[in-house]
């Protein structure tokens, strides 16, 4: 087991006092058998009161109501947690699903038909591309490898870079480019293994990295697969390796644009100055 305490620290500043609407807060890591929260703190100024639900996807989600007025707007939160998945490795594929390609059960299909749209006619060129060079249908290869060499020639042939601006590159761009932020790598690794009849979906939340490689100070992103006989596995091309102890989900989506860490309106004059600082230490 590993305890790791984040910090996440999100500010705006106003040229003038503004009324906030109801903001919606994402923020809070997804529990279960490989993550516990230990302890946890939201702080928010101007004084806000909470309201606590699940989302369609079991994301925790708070919305903020305020009252008053106010200049600024700071939503501080710090948590605690305790993860477990200390061997991303160790795990079975249903024997049906161990080499591709391979067919969902239909129980399963039923469920996982939203995660598998593939891209539109203008992203198909590329990301067949992009796939030539991972697989060729001639050649037999078991699913997770087939998972695994995607992850990491996405990290090896994409590069790395922080990027300020909002939104996801498409899938498309990204290729283009060959450069993107985290966010925009796991939307093209999620492209791409949608692509080859897989069900995938986007993950937003925290990584603890000793290194200069991952963007430090914000947020990280990569995607989940779901495998039979394993379930959701992550894989994050940013680092071109499996999801593992270091990753902290805090919400799944369909789409990237669903789960911003912190979204909302105000009534007053356009125009903010917004601050994010994030921190993950690793807690003895």
Partial sequence: MKRYKILHQTSYEFSEEVQFLPHTLRLRPREGHELRIENSLLDISPNASLR??????GNSVATASFSDKAQTLTINSEIIIQK????PYDFLVADYAVDYPFNYSDEDQALLSPYMKKAGEKEQGGLNKLLFNVSQPSVAIQTFALLLRL???IHQTVSYKRREEEGVQSAGETLNLCSGSCRDLAFLYMAAAQQLGFAARFISGYIYSATDIIQSGA????VEVFIPGAGWKGFDPSIGNIVGTEHIAVAVAR???SVPPVSGSFIGQPGANMTVNVWVTELL
């Avoid at 477990?84 to 061997?87: F, G, R, T």
Wanted: charged share 35%; net charge negative.
């Fill in 151 to 153: 992850n990491k020639h």
């Fill in 52 to 57: 606590w639900h699940r989302d369609v996807e």
């Fill in 84 to 87: 477990y998945d200390q061997e």
């Fill in 255 to 257: 789409l990237p644009e």
């Fill in 219 to 222: 947020t990280h992103a990569w």
